[in-house]
C-alpha cells in the first residue's frame, strides 16, 4: 500500500486542501455542531442521497427529535413519516435500533472508539470514521466515494472502487495521510473537495488546490479515473396498484411486512403482474382470490416508473371502488384523502397521493 505514497508530499497536500476548506466550505446545518448525534443523523441521512435534499430533512427531524433518548423513546411509525421521502427506509429503522443501544449501553453518549462505535445496527466503517473523526476530532478514515474518486486521482490508483478489498487501499492512505490535530477538517475537506471541484466527470482541476499534487492532472488521466466497474442494470418488475374507494370516501390502505423492502410503510393495495396479459384482469384476480374482496376496478389513471438500486419498478395504478365490510387492524385502514397524510408512504406511493389531492381539489 504504502509505495502509493512514495516521493508523496502530504504535509503540503494538507496544507493546500485545509486552507482551502477553511476559506470555500459550505455553510451546512450539521457543520454548525461538534454534537455526534447531529452528524450521525446527518451521515445517515447523506448516504446516496444529495446534500440539497437531505437539508430540510435534516432540520426537521432534528426539531422532532433533538436528542438520543427522543428518537429512542419514539414510535417507529412516527419515524418512518419524519423520513418518509428520503428513501432507503433502513436506514432510519437502523438508526433508532442504534440509538436505543446506545442509550442503554452507553448512557445516551455515542462511543468514540473504532471498537465500540462498530458495533452498532448501520454504522459501517465510513459512518464509523466520520462521526469519530468529524464530532471527536479522532484520526480515522472516512472513506466514501468523494474520497476515493479524489484520492484515485491524487495518487493514482487504479483499483477498481467497486470491490470491496479497495476501501482498505484507500482507508490506509488516509490513515497515514490525516493530520492528528485536525482529523476534522481533514475529513470533510476530502469529502468537500470531491463534492464540489474533483467531481465524477469534467472535474475542475483548474480550480483545484491541490492541482500540484495530483498525479492523475499531470499525466492527463483525471477523466479516467476512478475505475469503477459498471453495476448491472436493476431488474423490472411490473406492478399493478389499485386505488380503491368505498361509498363514504374511504381508502384503502395496507401496511407492507415487517421484514424487506420498505418494511412497515404504508401503501395502496397492489400485487406483481405478468407481461403481455392484462393488468386489470390480473389485479382483479388478486383481489377475488387472495384477498377475498369484493372490488370493482376502472381506468388506470397513472403509470410510472420507480428506481430502487437493484430493481426498478414499472407501475401501473388503478381506480375502483369496493363494498365488503373491511375489517380494519393494524395492518388495514380504512381512511380519507386528509388522514392519508398522517401514514408513512413511500415515495412511489407518495406520487399516486398527490395526484389525489390534485384531483380532488380541480
Sequence with gaps: MFNFLDNFDIETFQK???????????????????????IWVSEIMLQQTRVETVIPYFERFLEEFPTIEALAEAGEE??????????????ARNLQTAVREVKESYGG?????????????GVGPYTAGAILSIAYNKPVPAVDGNVMRVLSRILFIE???????????FEQAVREMIPPDSASNFNQALMELGAIVCTPTSPACLLCPVQKECRAFHEGMQEQLPVKAKKKPPKPVKIAVAVLENAKGKFLINRRPKEGLLAN???FPNCEVEAGKDYKEQLQSFFKNECQLNAVLHEEIMDFDHVFSHIKWELS???GTFNNNVMENEEIKLVNLQELQRFPFSVSHKKIIRRLVKWNSD
Design 16 to 38: 493546500d486542501l485545509l486552507s482551502w476548506f477553511s476559506r470555500h466550505k459550505r455553510d451546512l446545518p450539521w457543520r454548525r455542531t461538534k454534537d455526534p448525534y447531529h
Design 78 to 91: 412516527k419515524v418512518l413519516k419524519a423520513w418518509e421521502g428520503l428513501g432507503y427506509y433502513s436506514r
Design 109 to 121: 453518549v455515542v462511543p468514540d472508539t473504532e471498537d465500540e462505535i462498530a458495533t452498532l445496527k
Design 159 to 169: 483499483e477498481d472502487i467497486a470491490k470491496a478489498k479497495t476501501r482498505k487501499i
Design 265 to 267: 410503510l404504508w401503501e
Design 317 to 319: 395504478v388503478f381506480r
